[in-house]
């Protein structure tokens, strides 16, 4: 199935004039000139949809109701990104937990692809090896589609360079990797606004996935069957589908892209044993749990959402002495300590969600009694 994105906003352009000239004019020559751009042969609304948005030209210094304007005044309808997809991103999580060495060697990895090298600076094989195996699933979902470990893996780093092999030609490469930028760079504007707070968006995310994607059960019942080598965060993104890594991976690495410092949680059941993953975030200052692949489906319950360490063994009995962030590797490495102790979202975990206000920082929904009543709620977030 694959999930099809729209623009939600549309660019609101402010028009410049010289003051010396008549508005009246001024509007009948933009009209003019945009309609010939529309007449011209070869060329399509689509095309200036591409181009316009680009040439807006803003009022220089000095300008204003009464000083002198931008001598350039361009008529767009077009739409135009508030959100823009950004090829290397990392979390701080990321940096806590493997260090400033992996965070670079990730960075110059994805230079190397983009310009159709097989090389990049890296500073060992241990760098190399968690790197690889660990960076492209939370930073950039399609990178383990396009390249893979050098041929002489176990002399993967010489002299301070790696090296890597493609998968397919450098140059289609770079283009699925653009092409897979602007299937999430349209996600991020339909979904969210540019003045959103991290808790608005994390929410608005969390409805998102809510509504919009569905539990892979066939993949989940085969695992136990047999060995299953082709779920990920990219996998997920292009059939709408997945199972819990990689709805978390999708949910964390859409934040991340929003600028919300996200990651991804695993843990236990206590009571036998089974593993599960799910998203840990970093909202003013402070670390949640948030589970996006229990939130399919269920049309806002939001128990699952901004929750404590003493909510997640809670709900569902996943110890906490289990957990671990990103990936093993934080279990056997010293980095911050995770707790999410803060109860501030406390009166979220029994909400049915019906909607959030920006402008007056609310959540509305209901709350069910003991007695089975539903009563209308309001959460004011204000200050937070």
Known sequence: MWVAYSLKTMVKVKYTFNSMLNKTMMRLI?????????????????????????????????????????????????????????PKVCSVYMEEVFGKDMCDAWYNLVDAVMAGEDTFACKDQHTYDWMMGQFPEHCLPIMKELIDLAWDREHSVINGVASFTYLVPPEEAKARIEEFGQQIEDMLNEIFEDDWSDFEKALALYIYFSDHYVYDYETYMKMYEEYVDYTSCYRFFQTGIGICHEISSAYSYLLLQAGVQATTMSGNRAYDEAGHQWSFVRINGKNYHIDPTYALGTGGDLCYFMMTDAQREAEDCYDPATFYAVSHYSRENPHPDYTADDETFRPLWDLSYEAFNHETHTVCGQKQSDYGEWTNYTFDYSGM
Do not use: K, N, W
Request: hydrophobic letters at 45%; charged letters at 10%.
């Open 30 to 86: 933009a009209a003019m000139c945009l309609l010939a751009l529309l007449l011209a042969p070869g060329t399509g609304l689509g095309d200036m949809e591409r181009t316009t948005a680009d040439a807006i030209v803003a009022p220089g210094p000095g300008s204003g109701d009464g000083g002198a304007l931008s001598e350039t005044a361009v008529v767009s309808d077009a739409p135009q990104s508030h959100y823009v997809f950004q």
